[in-house]
């Protein structure tokens, strides 16, 4: 007995560690080698008003005099389904939570997306919350159950599908693979800037 409760405390810290790793890594790697352009070669792009200029690694456009990285342009985004209620939902708010399985298939991807969204959104004074749908070490426990009017909460998960809808108050990002969880965070932040 007492040994299944040190190897369950043991999974737990490996656990813990790797998430760790995980997200250390995607900071890294953002630091490092930026976003994905998606292959685009154009210095500037305009759509809807807005000017994308080529970064490199990135495209950045101005929104409110306030500058806005993504890795992907508006035109890239439109095969992606996204629930008009789901901007509704983002719009406007001080914070937003973000979730997902800590052993998600697309984990890396996952927390890779919810550290761009958070810088993104905390240069237009919005506040993105990382956390688990379970304990993991410090993280914040963050389930669907958690959303309200004034925090909503979106959780990032892995599909047979990409698209992103609302299911009892509770914003639902699903992606077949990890490109498309960038994609569904670019789409996201462009629709709560107003600029799809």
Known sequence: ???????????????????????????????????????????VVEYNGFEFINRGTFWSTTVDG??????????????????????GRLRNKVQIDSTSEFNDTFAEPIAL???????????????????????????????????????????????NTTKVYVENSCIIAEASNGADIIRIKDRLIYGILGVI
């Open 66 to 87: 306030r500058d806005a990285l993504f890795t992907y342009l508006p035109d890239d985004l439109g095969f992606i389904f996204v629930n008009q209620d789901v901007i």
């Open 1 to 43: 007995m007492r040994r299944d409760v040190i190897r369950a405390e043991k999974k737990k810290k490996l656990l813990g560690v790797i998430m760790t790793v995980v997200m250390f890594g995607s900071v890294f790697t953002f630091i490092f080698f930026g976003f994905h352009t998606g292959g685009r070669s154009s210095g």
């Open 113 to 159: 997306a919810q550290f761009q969204m958070g810088s993104t959104l905390f240069n237009f004074d919005i506040f993105v919350r990382q956390g688990f749908t379970s304990k993991q070490g410090n993280f914040p426990v963050i389930t669907c159950e958690d959303s309200t009017n004034f925090v909503p909460v979106v959780y990032f998960r892995s599909s």
